[in-house]
T-cell receptor
């Protein structure tokens, strides 16, 4: 059974810092990995999608990497801003691409202090 | 990408009553997914809704408690029936885009049962 762990559970940083969020998964046989952002009480916003054949994806100040062999992904946020404050979730989907069996991590709650 | 409109965004309901959540997508999709996110927890899949057939429920979720409708390829509803305080959660609908590889979510419905 796939298990997804995100460390740390919470993180507080001053504005302007670069930071890294971690996502670990126990079964390296995945179809893709997706990073989401969730504001309090709201839905999920897709940030980056990494296919199993890719090693990283970039969007603006965000960069996500994927190392399937070690079962790890990182989300790098450059020059953090107070507007980045949210919970960040990673999710992995199985090799069959069956979305019904996607496994979500419990998230990292990020606070960026002005 | 897919744009999903979900409503209501939040509600406070009396125990024993029912609430119907609506999810509208801006494009036709084969499958729509309904999730529950209990306080401080990650997402749990409730069911998958296909147009023209009955929804497929995950272990621990039953149709009598969470009836789902899928009348066409752009719309679905989830009803939370005979509510108890334990049903207080965020409920989210989701669809796949990007060639069925990337997940998109609605804004979520924050339900409080008193």
């Amino acid at each position: 059974k796939q298990e997804v762990t995100q460390i740390p559970a919470a993180l507080s940083v001053p504005e302007g810092e670069n930071l890294v969020l971690n996502c670990s998964f126990t079964d390296s046989a995945i179809y893709n990995l997706q990073w989401f952002r969730q504001d309090p009480g709201k839905g999920l916003t897709s940030l980056l999608l990494i296919q199993s054949s890719q090693r990283e994806q970039t969007s603006g100040r965000l960069n996500a990497s994927l190392d399937k062999s070690s079962g790890r992904s990182t989300l790098y946020i450059a020059a953090s801003q107070p507007g980045d404050s949210a919970t960040y979730l990673c999710a992995v989907s199985p090799p069959s691409g069956g979305y019904q069996k996607v496994t979500f991590g419990t998230g990292t709650k990020l606070q960026v202090i002005p | 990408s897919a744009v999903i409109s979900q409503k209501p965004s939040r509600d406070i309901c009396q125990r024993g009553t029912s609430l119907t959540i609506q999810c509208q997508v801006d494009s036709q999709v084969t499958m729509m997914f309904w999730y529950r996110q209990q306080p401080g927890q990650s997402l749990t899949l409730i069911a998958t809704a296909n147009q023209g057939s009955e929804a497929t429920y995950e272990s621990g979720f039953v149709i009598d408690k969470f009836p789902i409708s899928r009348p066409n390829l752009t719309f679905s509803t989830l009803t939370v029936s005979n509510m108890s305080p334990e049903d207080s959660s965020i409920y989210l609908c989701s669809v796949l885009g990007g060639g069925n590889t990337e997940a998109f979510f609605g804004q979520g419905t924050r339900l409080t049962v008193v």
